[in-house]
């Protein structure tokens, strides 16, 4: 099957978000023709990749007239927000039936730190119901399907964000990331995917009102400059009070890093061979530019699965019996989706686990943060295997064997979000079908420089696979 890209001879062309702040304040073209050209790009992908859950293009046209952006690195730049984030006048319907479309009356304080950018939001993007799943598929609407091959899932939740950053319809998008949402559809969708530490930026109202904040905003990129240059605007914003300052990364750095090899998933079962393939090569590229790579256990044990999905699920429970409360005083509990429904009845089967699940996750902290004694990042597939397609993950099908393939196929990212430690995933390489496959590294808290001075490194060393570039899908 075709891939689905926007990429072409406009003023856009096939630039990053950095080069297109540089072109309008150079006057090579305006704001207001950034932007034209990015809607017209998202017009032509859209119905196939069904990225766009509100449509906000008008409000986008008069601050691009009016050309009053923030003088941050990316003024002007048309970008979009995850339909579950507020943002003054658009409905958060956080993906889900049971939401009512009420206009947002503010914006939360991450909104604030990601406009201080200077971005333009042309509207927000899709997530599939609450983000508790990792495909952007739905009950009740088409999925949002993956520019490099539409049968294949764009992970999730951030997967709107991802589709039209992959398609060029888009220089950046904002995600965000409670397992794994920012660095599975990038790696799904071929882009470049941190999650910052926890207390990085703003936290979100949902993650505050949580017993452990998993939650952190962030973008999704098609280069590592973007990634970091969002990071230091949100810092020069909101400085993180209790973590050593990033600043702006701009390279590379020439100390040689200690890197441990994760290949074993907690869950016990193997990646596939196209993965393993894959994390073989990333060893090979950074031994060779000099780090030391060394294969080390993965840093939790198989208990941290069972508390991971209680705790999954407790946030299930909580938003389909307290979603009035939490999200929206016209919740309709009686709409909520099948996949969230079934749960929130897991979270019933063994509620009583609830305060030693807690527990143990909070204690896991120190044992998986005690691997950073031996290593500066511990690098690890971001996903067990491959980009499955459409229907594999089916929110409607057979709860226990989709959560089941749920907990196989996201072994890797939610332990960076109980301990509140940065991770990215780097499109690195692609499968033997031709998709992204994406190389997943972590840092200790408050590490994201060391992060992103290595993705700079590896974008130098091997630039990432484009869109525009990549041959056809084979038919399956």
């Known amino acids: 099957m075709k891939n689905v890209h926007a990429f072409g001879d406009d003023c856009l062309g096939d630039l990053d978000a950095t080069a297109v702040a540089e072109a309008i304040a150079a006057g090579e073209f305006s704001a207001a023709e950034a932007l034209e050209a990015s809607l017209a790009r998202i017009d032509a992908v859209e119905p196939h990749l069904h990225g766009v859950a509100v449509d906000d293009r008008e409000r986008a046209r008069v601050r691009a007239r009016d050309n009053r952006f923030p003088a941050g690195s990316f003024a002007g730049v048309p970008s979009a927000i995850k339909n579950n984030t507020l943002f003054t006048g658009l409905p958060t319907r956080h993906g889900s039936a049971a939401v009512p479309a009420r206009p947002a009356t503010a914006n939360e304080p991450f909104t604030d730190q990601l406009l201080s950018t200077g971005l333009n939001i042309v509207g927000a993007t899709t997530l599939p119901p609450f983000g508790l799943t990792a495909t952007t598929e739905f009950v009740d609407d088409e999925p949002t399907r993956n520019p490099w091959g539409t049968d294949y899932s764009s992970g999730a939740s951030s997967g709107g964000s991802a589709v039209l950053v992959a398609s060029g319809a888009l220089p950046i998008a904002h995600g965000n990331d409670g397992g794994g949402s920012i660095r599975i559809p990038a790696a799904a969708c071929g882009l470049v995917g941190l999650k910052p530490s926890r207390g990085r930026v703003a936290p979100s109202p949902e993650g505050e009102a949580a017993p452990i904040d998993i939650i952190s905003n962030g973008v999704l990129s098609r280069s590592v400059r973007d990634t970091a240059r969002f990071l230091g605007d949100a810092e020069r914003f909101r400085r993180a009070p209790d973590m050593p300052p990033v600043g702006l990364v701009e390279g590379a750095a020439t100390r040689r890093l200690r890197i441990g090899l994760i290949t074993e998933t907690v869950t016990g079962r193997p990646i596939d061979d196209d993965t393993a393939a894959a994390m073989k090569r990333a060893a090979d590229l950074l031994t060779v530019l000099g780090h030391h790579v060394e294969p080390t256990p993965i840093p939790v044990d198989a208990r941290f699965v069972e508390q991971f999905a209680d705790y999954w699920a407790l946030l299930a429970f909580s938003l389909e019996y307290f979603g009035k409360q939490l999200i929206d005083k016209g919740f309709d509990r009686r709409a909520i989706d099948p996949f969230t429904h079934g749960l929130s009845r897991k979270y019933l089967r063994g509620f009583w686990r609830t305060p030693s699940s807690i527990l143990g996750l909070r204690r896991a902290d120190a044992r998986f943060r005690a691997g950073f004694d031996h290593f500066d990042v511990v690098m690890s597939p971001t996903l067990a295997h491959t980009t499955p397609k459409i229907g594999y993950l089916d929110p409607a099908g057979d709860f226990d064997l989709i959560f089941e393939r749920l907990v196989h196929y996201v072994a890797f990212t939610p332990a960076n979000n109980t301990t509140g430690t940065p991770a990215i995933s780097l499109p690195m390489a692609q499968t033997s079908a031709g998709?992204?496959?994406?190389?997943?590294?972590?840092?200790?808290?408050?590490?994201?420089?060391?992060?992103?001075?290595?993705?700079?490194?590896?974008?130098?060393?091997?630039?990432?696979?484009r869109i525009q570039d990549s041959r056809q899908l084979p038919e399956v």
């Open 435 to 465: 998709l992204p496959l994406g190389v997943h590294f972590a840092a200790d808290r408050g590490r994201e420089r060391t992060l992103l001075e290595l993705a700079f490194e590896i974008e130098a060393a091997q630039p990432f696979a």
